[in-house]
């Protein structure tokens, strides 16, 4: 009895604009709080009130009139910013009134629940001894949007063809609300909902009509009535919901620059780790140079081109092509970030590619916190790390120990450790790359922790070290990213449906796929010892031939091969990888085809041909147990008997069998690894 007489000593005010969208909810929940035994008050501007309104109260829920400005906020734009200005002097003096004669009353006001887009009410409420509480008629995620645009995190109008915030899907232009998008359209109206946030610490309790599994990323987990058995449920979003957006505020105002080596295998990773970014609501750059087509790139990310030196069709040496382009953008970057600089939005960060490590000083003499993402693995790296503390190169001796790798001979190291002479310019990058290491704020690889264990845990011992791959399409890892199916760059044009199509007519794990990516070539002689492995193999193979290569085939290959073989210049391989007929991987062993393939479980035959491919061939066979090496004669060359019998052994045979129960352990600790 005691309890139920303190619940209905409760009187609280209810207050809404006298709209019937903003009435409906708020009448609604207030009869549910009379049905607890509170005394609730509605109080109804008088130009809104009629019978139908009476009609729904109960006799629990008094209403009061409020005088107020009698004309229709419907009306045009230019009318709306007077008629709100009368509505608030009117209603403020009216409501005052009210609450003073119910504080001279047996039951005084305790709390005024008012509509949102009367923050005012709450200056009222407060001298007058009531606790305010202000009720959301919009959605949590519609809310979140005009707070951050309360805060300044949007220009006016918007910029670019998406927005990215905490907690939010990336919505595009159209998926904003229309007072944002067309800002200088509704000025009045895009105030009156900006000015919802206004004093809102002041705020004993915040209200949403809404649900939590609803929207359970924006919203809190407390809903109001506990006891209510209903599906449906009012939530409410006290101070940690403003703890929270002040959090995403602090995350939004983070701009990230990303800038990738103009190479197709540097682009893509560091292209999904963007994506990755924004879906957490960070703002990002990516920061494309002029020598690739960025007009391929997804419209969803911004991206800003800046001048490289570089012209594809002009043929240069590679140390002479590195060194002009370092010597370009050690300028046309610096120019890029001050202009970011002097906008409402600086950047913050800079996540290079590791493979240049001078960016480091252009982000430390600009202020900016810079980000090392490497785009090999953790085990190439540390053999870069190892080898510059002091190890003679050339490596003399059949293997180079190290205490946190596997036994390595010399064909199982990268060829820059193996042979630098060959690339001194590479090698010298390379040396850098391990003198800036330690300076880095955070080392980010493109691999997932339980893949290179030992390794990740010595590099630890010297950086910051952060693994956050695989960064393959969120389509084929964990399906996080909404309708990510690919990069969103190619540097070629691709064939995928000829070959999905081509695909869908083989029985499961009868096909060999074939790719040694965008950069490696093989020779002439190589290319005529692969396609008769192909051929004796008998099983069907889909071969990736860039147009630069197709020479190299043997006269008249394409046609004695029709049958069993399909030809294709490029094709998005992560989706190839995916299909059921593919039943192993012909490849170069590049440390991006390598992670697709682990993340598909599909066993490989590596052919490794320079810098990172061997020792990631290494680890393929003998770590991961994911696939064989072909054994190469005295002058480099995988003989077509070699290639045929490694085929037969991943596709027919049981040591075949063993690598996909493995391939499918290491798909699976991968999409564990992404999260």
């Known amino acids: 009895m005691r309890r139920g007489k303190r619940v209905g000593e409760i009187h609280i005010m209810v207050f809404p604009f006298p709209l019937q969208g903003h009435i409906n909810p708020m009448l609604q929940f207030f009869k549910r709080l009379a049905s607890k035994g509170l005394k609730v008050t509605l109080l109804m501007a008088a130009s809104s009130i009629n019978k139908s309104v009476q009609d729904q109260a109960s006799s629990s829920i008094n209403i009061e009139l409020i005088a107020n400005y009698e004309s229709d906020p419907d009306k045009k734009q230019e009318d709306i910013k007077a008629y709100l200005e009368k509505f608030k002097i009117l209603a403020s003096q009216s409501l005052s009134e009210v609450i003073e004669k119910h504080n001279r ?145 602090r995350v939004s105002e983070t701009h990230v620059m990303v800038f990738p080596s103009p190479v197709q295998s540097h682009i893509n990773p560091m292209l999904q780790f963007s994506k990755r970014l924004i879906s957490k609501g960070l703002k990002v750059t990516l920061v494309a140079t002029t020598s690739i087509d960025a007009k391929s790139m997804p419209t969803s990310i911004n991206i800003e081109l800046i001048p490289d030196g570089l012209d594809r069709k002009e043929k240069k040496s590679v140390d002479a092509s590195m060194q002009l382009f370092e010597t370009v953008v050690s300028q046309s970057l610096p120019e890029l970030i001050e202009k970011h600089s002097k906008s409402d939005h600086p950047a913050n960060v800079l996540v290079y590619d590791a493979s240049m490590p001078w960016a480091h000083g252009i982000a430390e003499r600009l202020g900016l916190v810079g980000a090392a993402f490497f785009t090999q693995s953790c085990a190439v790296t540390a053999i870069y790390h190892y080898v510059s503390q002091g190890v003679e190169i050339p490596v003399k001796g059949p293997t180079l120990p190290m205490p946190f790798m596997p036994p390595l001979g010399i064909d199982d190291l990268p060829s820059f450790v193996k042979d630098p002479g060959s690339y001194p310019a590479v090698w010298s990058l390379i040396s850098k790359q391990v003198s800036t290491f330690q300076k880095v704020k955070w080392a980010l690889f493109n691999s997932f922790d339980k893949l290179e264990d030992e390794v990740v845990k010595w590099l630890a011992n010297h950086q910051s070290v952060k693994t956050i791959g695989p960064t393959i399409p969120s389509m084929y890892l964990d399906k996080r990213l909404e309708d990510d199916k690919d990069y969103g760059l190619s540097l070629f044009k691709p064939n995928t449906d000829t070959c999905i199509t081509w695909l869908d007519t083989k029985d499961i794990n009868s096909v060999v796929y074939v790719s040694f990516g965008s950069m490696a070539s093989l020779g002439e002689e190589q290319m005529e010892e692969l396609a008769w492995g192909l051929k004796r193999s008998n099983s069907y193979f889909l071969w990736v031939v860039r147009e630069s290569e197709e020479e190299k085939l043997p006269t008249n290959f394409v046609e004695e091969t029709s049958e069993k073989g399909l030809f294709v210049s490029w094709c998005h391989q992560v989706e190839v990888l995916a299909h059921k007929a593919v039943g192993c991987f012909m490849t170069h062993c590049g440390w991006n085809s390598t992670l697709e393939a682990l993340s598909q479980g599909v066993p490989m035959i590596a052919m490794p041909c320079w810098a990172d491919q061997p020792t990631n061939a290494k680890f393929v066979e003998d770590v991961w147990e994911v696939g064989v090496r072909v054994t190469v004669d005295e002058k480099g060359i995988a003989k077509r008997e070699e290639i045929e019998e490694c085929i037969r052994e991943v596709m027919e045979g049981e040591r075949g069998n063993e690598m996909k129960r493995n391939g499918e352990k290491w798909k699976e600790l991968g999409k564990e690894g992404s999260k």
Not at 111 to 129: C, F, R, T
Not at 136 to 157: D, E, L, M, R, W
Not at 180 to 195: C, H, I, Q, T
């Open 105 to 249: 009353s047996d039951h005084p006001a305790k709390i005024l629940v008012y509509d949102s887009i009367m923050p005012w009410a709450q200056d009222l409420a407060e001298p007058l001894g009531l606790e305010g509480a202000r009720f959301f008629t919009q959605s949590c995620a519609v809310s979140t949007i005009y707070y951050h645009a309360n805060q300044g995190a949007f220009k006016n109008p918007l910029e670019g063809s998406t927005v990215s915030l905490p907690s939010m899907p990336i919505l595009g232009i159209n998926d904003m609300p229309s007072f944002m998008r067309e800002m200088g359209s509704y000025p009045a109206s895009l105030a009156l909902l900006l000015n919802q946030f206004l004093n809102l610490q002041k705020v004993k309790w915040v209200f949403f009509n809404t649900f939590n599994k609803l929207e359970d990323e924006v919203s809190s987990n407390s809903p109001l009535d506990q006891r209510s058995n209903r599906n449906k449920k009012y939530s409410s979003l006290t101070k940690s919901w403003i703890r929270k957006m002040e959090r995403g505020k």
